[in-house]
């Protein structure tokens, strides 16, 4: 149901950067402007993309460059002088582009104007020259989203070793308009939360200033894309975005404006939707899985357990193996290093109680359990009878697929 954004156009093609002629180099061009806001991984080594953004300062952006096979992490000075150089490439060719469809008048389009990422491989040299080669082709190809399979090539465009495109669409109605909220991610291996846990671009049509957005995705991202483990480790190259095109008006608005808490609660579905088709695509995932702890101290408490269990191996070797081995999830519970009372503590699987009262449930069924554990979608609940603190994540099970996936990902 993705829909056209006004003010955005964006295009994909192959800078044959896979070797295979799949498309790997994505433009997001804002004919007008946007107004933007991101959330980066808190790894202490990081994308010369994601330099390059912080460094930027702007609360106005004309375009988002998007290449994939290569991190261009780790890259030392061949990385940022690369970065540079395609900036300086683009912001021509789009200068350029602009002087055409303006007859003649234009503004320049400046290197600072352009935000990029990157994902793939680390350590590797940046293939500037294929994607400058590419820009012309690129540009030439930019189109406003008109239709759904616009929106799933260029999906398509950012994925390492996703197997499926992810996207998601929300919309309200202020007025007499409809705002449009589109976004895009991918993720499918080294994915952990701290700020964001992939690369994710989210885009609207909403009037919304950049300091305002800010807040709605700190907001948005801390039970969506903060909430999902994959493999526990944390990228790089993490990387989620908002742009506001500015084509509706809606106001000044603050966090307390009925129609910006209507936008927010749009927002947070739609990353709540687009960060679990990231576990679902989890590398060589075949089950989705919830943790839920209830009760619990605090909420940094109760995060800190469901991460706990999430990120066991053998948690979720367990579940790849449909047994219900609940003596790991305890393992999980007691690692966490909170606050824990055995006695209190109630643990479920689905709607099976396990365990209660410091020991195995007197209801316990083990025949009834294993049929549960053949469901694709699975839940572990935690109740830990000590406070108001809640907390739900996200992860998937642990599979032979995903060692293959990993041993062979540079071949």
Known sequence: ????????????????????????????????????????????????????????????????????????????????????????NLSRVL??????????????????????????????????????????????????????????KVASAIMTTD????????????????????????????????????LS?????????????????????????????????????????????REVKVGQGSLTDPFIQKFELALKKLCLNLAKQVVVDGEGAKKFLTIKVINSKSLTSAKNIAFSIANSPLVKTAVAGEDPNWGRIVMGIGKSGEEIDPKKLKIKIGEFIVAEGGKISESYNEEKLKEYMKWDDLLINVNLKLGQGNFECYTCDLTNEYININADYRN
Not at 77 to 85: A, H, M, V
Not at 163 to 176: N, R
Request: charged share 20%.
């Open 1 to 88: 149901n993705l829909k056209q954004i006004k003010g955005l156009e964006m295009s994909s093609v192959s800078a044959d950067l896979y070797n295979d002629g799949r498309d790997d180099l994505s433009l997001f061009y804002f004919k007008n402007g946007a107004n933007y806001a991101s959330v980066t991984t808190t790894n202490s080594i990081v994308s010369e993309s994601i330099n390059w953004n912080n460094n930027s300062h702007k609360k106005s952006i004309k375009g988002l460059l998007v290449n994939t096979k290569n991190a261009n992490t780790f890259t030392g000075k061949q990385g940022k002088e690369s970065l540079d150089f395609v900036a300086k």
């Open 95 to 152: 200068t350029l582009k602009e002087s055409k469809s303006k007859n003649g008048t234009s503004e320049t389009v400046k290197m600072k104007d352009l935000l990029f990422a990157s994902t793939g491989v680390i350590g590797e040299k940046f293939p500037a020259e294929n994607i400058v080669n590419s820009l012309s082709n690129l540009v030439d190809k930019l189109k406003g989203n008109y239709n759904k399979l616009l929106w799933v």
């Open 163 to 198: 197997t499926k495109p992810k996207l998601a669409y929300e919309e309200i109605v202020f007025g007499d308009e409809l705002i449009k909220i589109c976004g895009i991610a991918k993720g499918s291996g080294m994915i952990s939360p701290n700020l964001a846990t992939m």
């Open 201 to 245: 671009f989210i885009f609207t049509d909403a009037d919304i200033n950049s300091n305002l957005l800010k807040s709605l995705l700190k907001r948005a991202v801390a039970n969506t894309f903060n909430a999902i483990t994959v493999d526990s480790d944390q990228s790089t190259n993490d990387m989620v975005s908002i742009f506001s095109t």
